[in-house]
């Protein structure tokens, strides 16, 4: 069996189980291992988060495509929204280079400007890294959190864990931009945009400068959201995360999921499924109770859209319905690196 | 100007200028960013630690060459190291795995069983991480740390950069071994060799299976030792990182230099070479007053041999003395994997 028969997440599943069965990895401040946006343990009251993400060339981003300043933004923000995940704040990163030799000096710096930029508005501060030789460019971010805690009550997190059954979905901000704003770089311009340069500047900025929603994160724990996961694989794919993690199923109502203008304007007929597939958003995707819900659109300063319900059913199961209740779909595979 | 013109640590060197100029990149907890072998941080009273090291095929081993089994544990042993040169107890890794689609399930399972053997001696407890499809394999742990630190008195670590002019220079165990045994692995084994498997066995566990020196670490800060650093770069290189951020000279004995019997008998001719610039050994190389490393000589169960003294002089000059006292090397440099 090689990897790409697996996959990513039998293989991410493989491994925690192998995991899961060593005594000696299990340690009573852990409150969450593999498996959730971030690592989480308990450390004098409060919460600590660690978590890791890695780009490499021709796999996560294509030469050309964005500049060096963008790939350094996008390296940062892709690990602070896992922290933002949680509804903790993001501290300290280290950063791994993997450089072949012929790499232009000129390129790492601004690579570096970028991710400072981003790290700068938390501020997450670059504390060390590692820089190797290496035949392809990659770059592994480690971004360390907090998530303090209200004294003496149970551990308050957002986690892939906690959906339960009559909660309601939702999401912030739009969906398929980022997706969108790819398929504009990758040469797919539809004549159209030309005369929109307002909406082609939206969609590549959401592709190649993702704003992570930290605030957001924080203000939806405060809120009582206790369930959520931000949507790098796609909206589908990381609803079945929540679902299987929570034992639960989901339904979605495809017509209510919100697209920004922009991606309909330009990408009209693939905008829905841009939005439900795309991936690399980096919205926060949650569950609770309505009257959470409600709670949290009042609060948050972005869109907040209800897309969906958590009900009983196979775990990870996630329905898509049409305007008028009719199954559409069931449970497409959220994108995988190792096939095609 | 590309990466192979500055070398490793002068793209390091240039990454850490740029951050020390970022306003926001200054936080009044870190205590050691960029530059040590992990950075730092108060946390409640103790000092938190994070560091990241990669290995990359091709880079920084060769397929066929030992098995997975000794390249998890390996991965993991280089960053436990790190912990250990702070004089800290490793706690919590994040594993990022760099994977060709064709690659063997089977050997991911080993490179975990290795990694698993190492992390449960401390125990490091393995909590999350990423899996990539990339062209070449790599590995990057990540690996996180705690120094408990005396109430109310200043923050006790080891760091580069507390060696003072009068210190004498100290190290644990033997170098070179490491060195030796890759040697033995890439093929270059002398006739001498088939007649001694057990020195054989000796050096090619030294590069495969390094031990790094947790409770040594720990015991040195004990002892009353501020100053040390692992033997990755070898050990003129890393005193050199010492003297460089201590901002002094060092003088050592070359046949002060410990050198395992089993180097010397089966490479005799390269031991003092593969010893004084071979790097990967995992040793701790220190730095304190005699009378903190006599303390140290009794308290720990390894060897420690003393093989220098630290000299006024340009900051980061390591001067290389025959056992008559005269001057038989300066400074030579240490491994850089971007220059060949």
Redesign the interface.
Known sequence: ??????G?FG??Q??AD??AR?E????AR?V?????D??A?R????I?L???????Q???FRAGVGTWRDLGWKAMAVNVSDIAAMGGAPR?A?V?L?????????A??EL?EGM?EM??RY?V????????????F?V?V?V?GAASQPEGRPVRLLTRSAAAVGDVVAVTGYVGSSAGGMRLLHGGVPARAASSPDSVAYLTRAHLRPEPRVAEGQALLQCGVRAAIDVSDGLVGDLRHICEMSRVAARMRTDLVPVHPALGQLLGDEALSLALSGGEDYELLFTAPSYVVERARRTLSCPVTVIGDIVEGAAGMVTLLDADGTVAAINRPGWD??RP
């Open positions: 069996m090689i990897v790409r028969d697996l990513e293989l991410i493989r491994l192998r995991i060593d000696r990895q299990r340690n852990l969450l291992g593999i498996g959730d971030a690592a343990w450390a004098d009251g409060d600590e660690l978590t890791t993400d890695t780009m490499v021709d796999v996560h300290y280290v791994t993997g450089l072949p030799a012929r790499t232009p000096v000129s790492i710096d570096y400072l790290a700068d501020p501060v670059i504390v060390g890294g590692d820089i190797v030789a290496a035949p392809v990659f592994t480690a360390t690196h190792f």
